[in-house]
């Protein structure tokens, strides 16, 4: 799990988005996830509508350098909301919604990191990672009938964030909380 050291919790729910002390490689990974993923999107724009180019010849390739900038660009939006946290309004009290958040994760197998009086972690294993010390986080926090939530990951060299998964999630917890 990434260090959150020093999070605060009342100004990440006032901001809706985490707010903690990040260290000088969390913030240089940052940088270098922008500069790579901004190469992968302006990339297929330079080749296709390079000048020297026969354009008699453009194949079904040219196009498909295209989704990859698409991902490329979707790449860089999610890092750069990665700790927007998502609002969800429960039907529950506080409590209700913590004890149904606790059951959800736990039947999908999550391990639980953290459970203080308005936030609630879970880990898992990072599937796409080598190294299982490296993990995706569900963090929760909890404040008057509201749950605001976000997804990160950890991985070795660069944090890319996570893509869909956080949709799903966010899908999920709303049909249990919001019944």
Known sequence: ???????????????KKLIYTENWFGKLDQIVIYIFFSWGFVLPFLV????????????????????????????????????????????????????????YCQKMGFEKYSNSKNITIYNSV???????????????????????????KENYKMNIPVLFSQIILKKEIEKLIKK
């Open 1 to 15: 799990m990434r260090n959150l050291k020093n999070l605060n919790i009342d100004e990440s729910i006032k901001r």
């Open 48 to 103: 296709y509508f390079n000048p020297n180019r026969d354009f008699t010849k453009t194949g079904i390739e040219y196009y498909l350098l295209f989704i990859f900038s698409i991902f490329c660009g979707y790449v860089i939006f999610r890092k750069a909301t990665e700790k927007k946290l998502t609002e969800i309004e429960s039907q529950f009290d506080t409590e209700k919604t913590k004890e149904i958040i606790n059951e």
């Open 126 to 152: 990072n599937t796409l990672s080598l190294n299982s010390n490296y993990k995706i986080s569900r963090i929760f926090l909890l404040d008057n009938k509201k749950v605001y939530l976000t997804m990160i």
